[in-house]
């Protein structure tokens, strides 16, 4: 019996194992596809007992002939589904086959997993924006400015898939920030500094989507480089600028985008006047120098300054000396003259004494004239003069007189030191001083003899004053001395004094007797006849042309007259010129300059 069960058992299982369970043999697939065409997506199950249903995103699709079909019913285990006239807001989605179960017992229902039916449709617009600009149409200008970050954004609208959006200049792939998709709208933004040199080149989006006949499509902007100007000077100046002839012209260029409006302006004009961007100056006038500075502007921003200077030329004017008209100065003191004059190049200068009508003497080559001690030689009228050179033209001016007077004790300026007389001849000493205010006392004095001016003794001795012809406030002394005789061989001195002081100058007489007729007669032939002598020597060596030294005796002589200053035997430090006047010898002097 228990024989009997076991094979009961096993006859059961073989049964219930020959009836198989159904399965998908074909699940349906992603599959895209454009809009208004026809589709299958495909779903073969089996052993197929139960009956075929389709599922979209999730909720049940009912069958519509025209739209929806299934397989024809006569092919067993095929639920494939027909889709006409797929459309993108019906039709897009997850779809999944199911498959009801054989019998409420079997519990067998398939279900296959979601296949993606997408529904493919190009964007439906393309647009590039800015937020200076907005909406850029394809092929419009897009401005943009120089080395500035620009927020361009290309965005499309209406496509499924969402598409794949690039940017290109020319032939360079510009980086742009990360591809989004919000709904039905997709945008891509650039980020990107622009060089001047992008001027007029080609600002792409391209963007790719499969439904593309050529599987993309490009918006393109045409890029308009804005940048603030760069200027540069042109100028055209005569050959010598000089106030009142020459002339310049100054023009300030400028390269912008969008164009820009140059001007000119001088440097320190408190007024803050503008100049249009070609400035003449025909004739130039002096205040017209200075420096000019070229700016430009546009909506972009301002240039850099470019500079020029005006350089204006004119003579020394406008002198101005201290003091202005005279100065007092104790003799032995310090005195400074200055003198200051405009005119471009600045101005050298020289300070002229005047010695007489005729005869000046050059003070000083600097502006200030310093006298460290003063002397009665200094004293007179003085003249600065302004120089300068324009065109290789020497100009100048003169300031008015300025007059030195000089007060103090007398000073004694010229004296003979020694005078030869010839026994029984008239002998005159002489001596040259100066003194402010005039002397109070002037005598002769020797061997206890004391002479004042203006007095005679013995009807020998006779003292004489009498003004300086040429030397303000000096005065020549003079001692006569009739019939002189070896006695007379002595030393006299000339006394001077005044309020402020006294000087004293010695003179030596010596007396010779007189040189015999005959002595005379004989000392005049022997030099005739050496003179004849040489005479009749030279032109035979002219004849010659034997003289070898006659070029050097001509180089002598030119050097010879050439005007040569010396230091005379006076209390003054320098002389500057020897005049004579009226037979008397007469020599200004002055301290150092």
Same mark, same amino acid.
């Given at each position: 019996?228990?024989?009997? *069960?076991?094979?009961?058992? +096993? ?21 895209? +596809?454009?809009?208004? %065409? ?17 599922? @979209?995103?999730? /909720? ?63 964007? %439906?617009? &393309? ?29 499309? !609208?209406?496509?499924?898939? #969402?598409?794949?959006?690039? =940017? ?9 920030? /990360? ?28 963007? !790719? ?12 902007? &045409? ?9 540069? &000077? #042109? ?27 140059? %001007?000119?302006? $001088?440097?320190?004009? /408190?007024?803050?006047? $503008? ?12 205040e017209q120098a200075g420096v000019y500075i070229c700016q430009a502007e546009n909506s972009v921003g301002r240039s850099e300054p470019e500079q020029t200077e005006v350089v204006v030329l004119y003579a020394p004017m406008m002198v101005v000396t201290q003091p202005k008209d005279k100065v007092e100065v104790m003799a032995h003191n310090r005195t400074v003259l200055t003198c200051q004059a405009e005119g471009n190049p600045a101005p050298k200068y020289q300070w002229i004494q005047t010695l007489s009508a005729s005869t000046e003497r050059t003070r000083s080559y600097t502006a200030n004239l310093v006298v460290e001690d003063v002397g009665y030689g200094d004293q007179g009228e003085y003249r600065c003069v302004a120089i300068n050179r324009i065109g290789g033209e020497r100009r100048e001016v003169e300031s008015e007189p300025v007059k030195i007077e000089v007060t103090g004790a007398p000073q004694v300026v010229k004296q003979v030191g020694e005078v030869v007389g010839i026994h029984g001849s008239d002998v005159r000493l002489e001596a040259e001083f100066c003194s402010d205010p005039v ?6 004095? =020797? ?6 001016? *203006? ?87 002219? /004849? ?16 010879? *007259? ?22 008397? $010898? ?5 301290? @150092?300059?």
């Amino acid at each position: 019996m228990r024989y009997c *069960g076991y094979l009961v058992t +096993v006859i059961l299982f073989i049964i219930k194992g020959s009836v198989c369970q159904q399965e998908f043999l074909s699940s349906p697939s992603a599959v895209v +596809v454009s809009p208004g %065409s026809n589709t299958t997506l495909s779903c073969l199950v089996e052993n197929m007992g139960g009956e075929c249903r389709w599922q @979209k995103d999730g /909720k049940p699709v009912g069958i519509y002939p025209g739209k929806y079909t299934l397989a024809k019913p006569d092919t067993e285990g095929d639920c494939s589904l027909t889709i006409f006239s797929v459309d993108l807001k019906l039709d897009d989605g997850e779809w999944e086959c199911q498959v009801t179960s054989t019998s409420f017992q079997s519990q067998d229902a398939l279900a296959s997993s979601p296949a993606k039916l997408t529904v493919q449709v190009p964007p %439906s617009t &393309i647009t590039l924006k800015t937020a200076s600009q907005g909406t850029v149409e394809d092929q419009m200008m897009l401005r943009v400015a120089e080395d500035q970050l620009e927020t361009i954004t290309c965005m499309t !609208s209406h496509s499924n898939p #969402a598409p794949t959006i690039s =940017w290109q200049m020319g032939d360079q792939v510009l980086p742009s920030t /990360k591809q989004t998709t919000t709904g039905e709208r997709t945008e891509a933004i650039l980020t990107h500094s622009f060089a001047r040199s992008s001027s007029g080149q080609e600002l792409q989006c391209v963007v !790719s989507h499969a439904a593309y006949p050529s599987g993309e499509r490009v918006v393109t902007a &045409i890029l308009d480089v804005l940048y603030k100007p760069t200027v540069s &000077i #042109a100028r055209v100046d005569t050959p010598v600028l000089e106030d009142g002839v020459g002339s310049v012209t100054l023009t300030c260029n400028s390269q912008a985008n969008p164009p820009a409006r140059a %001007s000119w302006h $001088k440097m320190g004009d /408190k007024e803050g006047k $503008k100049y249009p961007e070609e400035l003449q100056m025909n004739p130039v006038r002096r205040e017209q120098a200075g420096v000019y500075i070229c700016q430009a502007e546009n909506s972009v921003g301002r240039s850099e300054p470019e500079q020029t200077e005006v350089v204006v030329l004119y003579a020394p004017m406008m002198v101005v000396t201290q003091p202005k008209d005279k100065v007092e100065v104790m003799a032995h003191n310090r005195t400074v003259l200055t003198c200051q004059a405009e005119g471009n190049p600045a101005p050298k200068y020289q300070w002229i004494q005047t010695l007489s009508a005729s005869t000046e003497r050059t003070r000083s080559y600097t502006a200030n004239l310093v006298v460290e001690d003063v002397g009665y030689g200094d004293q007179g009228e003085y003249r600065c003069v302004a120089i300068n050179r324009i065109g290789g033209e020497r100009r100048e001016v003169e300031s008015e007189p300025v007059k030195i007077e000089v007060t103090g004790a007398p000073q004694v300026v010229k004296q003979v030191g020694e005078v030869v007389g010839i026994h029984g001849s008239d002998v005159r000493l002489e001596a040259e001083f100066c003194s402010d205010p005039v002397p109070s006392e002037s005598t002769w004095e =020797w061997g206890g003899v004391v002479l004042p001016m *203006g007095s005679e003794v013995d009807g020998r001795y006779k003292a004489e004053l009498v003004p300086h012809p040429h030397m303000e406030d000096c005065y020549i002394s003079r001692l006569t001395v009739r019939r002189v005789g070896l006695e007379d061989s002595k030393e006299y001195r000339l006394n001077v004094e005044n309020k402020h002081g006294n000087d004293m100058v010695p003179v030596i007489l010596k007396i010779k007797a007189p040189v015999p007729l005959l002595s005379v007669i004989a000392t005049g032939s022997l030099l005739l006849f050496l003179l004849l002598l040489l005479l009749s020597t030279f032109l035979l060596l002219r /004849k010659k042309q034997k003289l070898c030294w006659q070029d050097k005796m001509g180089e002598k002589e030119g050097s010879l *007259g050439q005007n040569t200053y010396s230091k005379g035997d006076s209390k003054l430090s320098s002389v500057n010129e020897t005049k004579e006047t009226n037979g008397e $010898k007469i020599i200004p002097t002055s301290t @150092k300059d």
